[in-house]
């Protein structure tokens, strides 16, 4: 139905920068809300930001001013871009998407399968 693949993950060294992309395939109509979460070792998965639409994204102060989120709809693709890493980012990032699959509003939630960030010296 639709699919959600995540890329770019990987190991970075502290203030380093790692750039994720997220794209969706599959039946589409309209994607109407795109965001990326991730879970550390021993923690539950946390959303750090996202977007509705073409407003502006919102973030988790965590991440505020070090990760931006950013999107191309035209290629049904979000991206975060990373910078200033620290260790306490390492995590498995998900890229979630809410998505109408034809023009009565029908879809669902997506997930992705995750991708794996470490951040480490």
């Known amino acids: 139905q639709v699919q959600l693949v995540e890329s770019g993950g990987g190991s970075v060294q502290p203030g380093g920068s790692l750039r994720l992309s997220c794209v969706a395939s599959g039946k589409i109509f309209s994607i109407n809300y795109m965001g990326w979460f991730r879970q550390a070792p021993g923690k539950q998965r946390e959303r750090i930001a996202g977007v509705i639409g073409h407003d502006s994204p919102t973030y988790d102060d965590s991440v505020e001013g070090r990760f931006t989120l950013s999107t191309d709809y035209a290629k049904n693709t979000m991206y975060l871009q990373m910078d200033s890493l620290k260790p306490e980012d390492t995590a498995v990032y998900y890229c979630?998407?809410?998505?109408?699959?034809?023009?009565?509003?029908?879809?669902?939630?997506?997930w992705g399968q995750g991708t794996q960030v470490t951040v480490s010296s």
């Open positions: 979630n998407a809410k998505i109408w699959t034809d023009s009565s509003l029908a879809g669902g939630n997506f």
